[in-house]
């Protein structure tokens, strides 16, 4: 069986331009989850979406936004790109969401703004 | 502050010696702590998870501890092998479901 997929694995862009990222769960998982990691620092929590709703959103501002489809994949978009917003962004997929659930990550998307 | 602090931030190990690394967090209550292991470029891949009630937990030549009196957790690596030079990330869920807190991750190398 397929992991967590992602695309674009690398992305270069100026600041101010606008990027999509796409995400696809482990066939049969719900949720999916959306993750910053910063180079040296742990991955932070931006979103979780389980059935197409948002269960969560982590401290980040309203540039990111997300969604997930009937098909449970879903997508990270960021808008006027900072400096900052250069990261590696993780992608996660589990069953439900749950406390118990394990989370597959994908192996990421690595963004650079210019 | 970041909810969870995890020592050394790197250390350097021969092949075949054990190593322990340290997790402290102050997330009150929480459900479950992680181990994750990830590689350079790669997404982290779950290693253990212990509930508040569970002391310790063995996924082969790893083994976690959880004090949570203490709020410490160790993960500690058994006869190291090269493939193990990696980042381990202390991981802690509260009770709502989606939140999680990361540490800052150890960097691990196994030298030959």
């Known amino acids: 069986d397929a992991g967590v997929t992602q695309s674009p694995t690398h992305l270069i862009k100026t600041r101010g331009q606008h990027v999509t990222l796409r995400c696809s769960p482990i066939s049969g998982h719900k949720s999916v989850s959306w993750y910053q990691q910063v180079l040296g620092q742990g991955p932070q929590f931006i979103f979780q979406y389980y059935e197409k709703e948002e269960r969560g959103r982590g401290n980040f501002p309203d540039r990111f936004s997300a969604r997930q489809f009937p098909n449970y994949s879903s997508e990270l978009n960021v808008n006027a790109l900072l400096l900052g917003d250069s990261a590696l962004y993780l992608c996660?997929?589990?069953?439900?969401?749950?406390?118990?659930?394990?989370?597959?990550f994908g192996p990421g998307t690595r963004l650079t703004v210019l | 502050k970041n909810q969870v602090e995890q020592s050394p931030q790197s250390l350097i190990i021969l092949e075949g010696k054990n190593c322990t690394l340290q997790c402290n967090y102050t997330v009150s209550p929480f459900s479950n702590l992680r181990w994750y292991k990830q590689d350079t470029g790669r997404g982290p891949v779950s290693l253990t998870i212990m509930t508040f009630s569970e002391n310790t937990k063995s996924n082969g030549r790893y083994t976690a501890t959880l004090d949570a009196d203490t709020k410490q957790s160790s993960l500690h690596i058994t006869a190291s092998q090269l493939s193990d030079s990696a980042s381990y990330i202390c991981v802690v869920r509260a009770p709502e479901d989606y939140k999680l807190s990361f540490g800052a991750g150890t960097t691990v190398t196994v030298r030959a």
């Open positions: 996660a997929s589990s069953l439900l969401g749950g406390g118990g659930d394990t989370q597959y």
